[in-house]
């Protein structure tokens, strides 16, 4: 297992973009900089979509421009396509690195994107592209990874493919999403093992959602693959959480506390993390589904003593 | 890891005896009766406490009266004390097993029992050694095994010095309970690793929570030590949550629905557990913590076309 592990915080994008209340771009800055003081060294800060089609990300600008973070921090922002990728580029240096996602279900992709998996494919080609003669690091996410609503099983062969033409084009990182919760410890172990013989030398994430509660035992799973990155969101906020109840991200907070009582690092403050996620929750007016939350850290002997 | 796994549903008691409204004993008798349809092997169906302390349970024997289980279920009751023994004795043939705890560490012991740990062994001896004459099948349940929220840490040695006292006492069993939610899966594997040099040829119980979100990565470490027994609770009812929010036991449907994922049999039906925990939150009449009841059962190609 790996000593240290990478996390990328993704809740400003992934999160705030599920929330049906408008949220103030004022109150999106303040948490994104809020969790930059936590010691995370990647947040996802917004994504440049179309406004109409996610409203509550047309702020994208603005966000971009307003929250000042640490020095040490990676900023990415999510570019479905290259309009999107040019209007981040009036900005070229608030941020780091982009997202492009694809997914590994052609029917999901078509009802996600409304084109083909091959038609993403080559828009990322040309985003990518544009993307590294700007020198940004390109991150492709492979949405789906381990399953689709609509098809069930996707072959691992499938995704490694994607993934491969994600390299040949230019990703630095390839990111599995298990983006409506379908993953199981058993296939996290079989993707990874194999992904890792499939693509030496990049750098592979875990996105996973705790939709069914097995977040964190997907987690463990990736990490005795030796998978040392991971996605998640403050709070639990967002990943799709369809149906009504259903969770979607693994929460940040439960996820670092899970990772430093493993005595695996992650740089980050927990307490600090924790207080993030309950200013989004008193931003946003409803509980969260973190269960650091609710629970806080454990506290072992010499704190309590 | 095992092939197939035992699990003893435990909401009946441990999720009851929680609930601040009073269930109807019928309510109970319903529920008991639809969770013996689902293929569960092992239900521990009530508690013979002081029905002052825990007036919930007070209907303890016509409950263990009334509830009829299909003759492969083995009925476990919790007997906190010789008297409580007595007392399920008058309905001999209604069950076939006693489980009697004690926790690791003193500070819980004595907020728990009011006991020494010392005294509740001495107590739990006697105990035992009545249901070994009565030929039933004696369990012992070390609770704050992975951590007490008085002490902290607690000595794996500690832990294990009990579960040697709980065999020479005529324990077939020991299940190490983490009460408040403390465990992490390194910590498990190393108790398990642990119990097994200990304990040899003793059946190992796991008995997580799910406080901090790890409770199926627990489980997943637990596997991987070759644990194949589990106590779990329908609905995630029950199993101490406090602080307010924080849930308690791990949900037999979440944790049923990751060991078929993973491929690892248990004999129940999914669909039948899954109904049974909805037929609870209607009973109780609040939304349970479980991901099943939210999201349903993992659906893939076969199942979707």
């Known amino acids: 297992m790996p000593a240290s592990v990478r996390i990328r915080e993704v809740g400003p994008r992934d999160g705030f973009q599920n929330e049906p209340k408008a949220i103030a771009t004022a109150d999106k800055v303040r948490l994104i900089e809020l969790l930059g003081g936590t010691g995370l060294r990647r947040i996802e800060v917004t994504s440049f979509v179309r406004p109409d089609l996610v409203p509550q990300l047309a702020d994208a600008e603005q966000v971009l421009a307003a929250a000042r973070l640490p020095a040490g921090v990676a900023v990415s922002v999510l570019v479905p396509n290259q309009r999107g990728l040019e209007r981040a580029l009036r900005q070229r240096s608030r941020f780091h690195a982009v997202n492009g996602f694809v997914s590994a279900s052609e029917t999901h992709n078509r009802q996600n994107s409304g084109r083909s998996v091959g038609d993403s494919l080559a828009g990322l080609e040309r985003t990518f592209a544009r993307g590294r003669a700007e020198t940004l690091r390109c991150e492709g996410v492979i949405a789906t990874a381990f399953g689709c609503p609509y098809e069930g099983r996707v072959p691992i062969e499938r995704v490694l493919a994607i993934g491969r ?63 040392a990155s991971f996605e998640s969101s403050f709070g639990e906020l967002g990943g799709c959480p369809v149906p009504v109840g259903a969770t979607g991200n693994i929460a940040t907070e439960d996820l670092v506390s899970m990772l430093h009582e493993m005595r695996i690092e992650t740089g980050i403050d927990l307490g600090a993390l924790i207080e993030a996620a309950r200013a989004a929750q008193q931003t946003i007016g409803r509980r969260l589904g973190s269960h650091l939350l609710s629970a806080g850290p454990v506290r072992w002997s010499a704190e309590l003593a």
Chains 1, 2 share one sequence.
Do not use: I, K
């Open 165 to 227: 033409r994600l390299v040949v084009m230019g990703a630095s990182e390839v990111a599995f999403g298990d983006t409506t919760g379908m993953a199981n410890p058993l296939q996290v172990t079989e993707l990874f093992a194999a992904a890792r013989a499939a693509l030496p030398g990049v750098e592979l994430t875990a996105h996973f959602h705790n939709t069914r509660g097995q977040g964190l035992a997907n987690v463990l799973a990736a990490l005795q693959c030796g998978v």
